[in-house]
């Protein structure tokens, strides 16, 4: 009795064909994850280096780190961290830290918004790039989004476009509504007289 080859054969390359597969997904998951982890884990060291920077305990290099987060970033420096931590926590623990799209849009947006009205504001067009260049209001992002705007249209219509994208990215990325912040606001300001007269009612009645 004669054994067909090819069966025999055609088992091995199926088999072989098989281990392949695992071994090729099995990488591309450990080559996925070990670069998010990477990644992750010299976000979070960076970012405390620079927190270590802003209190001078980082040493020159951490000097410079500051020196360049804040030509580029302006005052919003100090929030550069905070972002890099929220990022590197995301790539380590994905299932734990969960960024939402929306969030993620809302926050661009509202760093947007905060870049182009810091230069705005405290910016004129002859000082803008001395501002940026001295680590100041909106830093050279700042500087790059409100100068070209400030130039085609004017300082007023550029600061009303970058406080839409404030309250845009506000609303997207605190799930708050204009309408919550008016009443917050409005609430504040109504609460505030009482608060200063039942201060002023216990100074009275107080014993002395």
């Known amino acids: 009795m004669r054994l067909n080859p090819f069966a025999r054969k055609s088992r091995r390359v199926r088999k072989t064909r098989q281990d392949s597969t695992l071994i090729t ?9 070990a670069r998010q982890s990477i990644i992750g884990i010299f976000l979070l060291i960076f970012s405390f280096i620079t927190i270590l920077g802003f209190v001078n305990a ?5 000097e410079a780190i500051i020196i360049s987060l804040r030509s580029i970033f302006g005052w919003l420096a100090y929030a550069v961290p905070l972002v890099l931590i ?10 734990k830290i969960y960024l939402e799209k929306m969030r993620v849009i809302g ?6 918004g905060l870049f182009g009205l810091l230069h705005v504001i405290t910016a004129t067009p002859d000082d803008a790039i001395q501002l940026a260049h001295e680590g100041r209001a909106g830093g050279y992002i700042g500087f790059l989004l409100s100068f070209p705007l400030s130039q085609a249209l004017s300082r007023l219509a550029a600061g009303l476009i970058f406080l839409g994208s404030l309250l845009i990215g506000s609303i997207l990325t605190f799930r708050v509504s204009p ?10 300001i109504r609460s505030a007289p009482d608060e200063t007269n039942e201060n002023t009612t216990s100074e009275v009645t107080s014993p002395t």
């Not at 997904?25 to 994850?33: F, H, I, K, V």
């Not at 929220?86 to 299932?95: K, S, T």
């Not at 926050?107 to 947007?112: D, E, V």
Request: glycine letters at 8%; hydrophobic letters at 50%.
């Open 107 to 112: 926050l661009a947006l509202l760093f947007i």
């Open 58 to 62: 980082a040493g020159p290099a951490g």
């Open 179 to 188: 309408a919550d912040i008016w009443d917050w606001f409005f609430n504040k």
């Open 86 to 95: 929220a990022e590197g926590a995301h790539l380590l623990w994905p299932q």
């Open 25 to 33: 997904n099995e990488d591309s998951w450990l080559s996925s994850y």
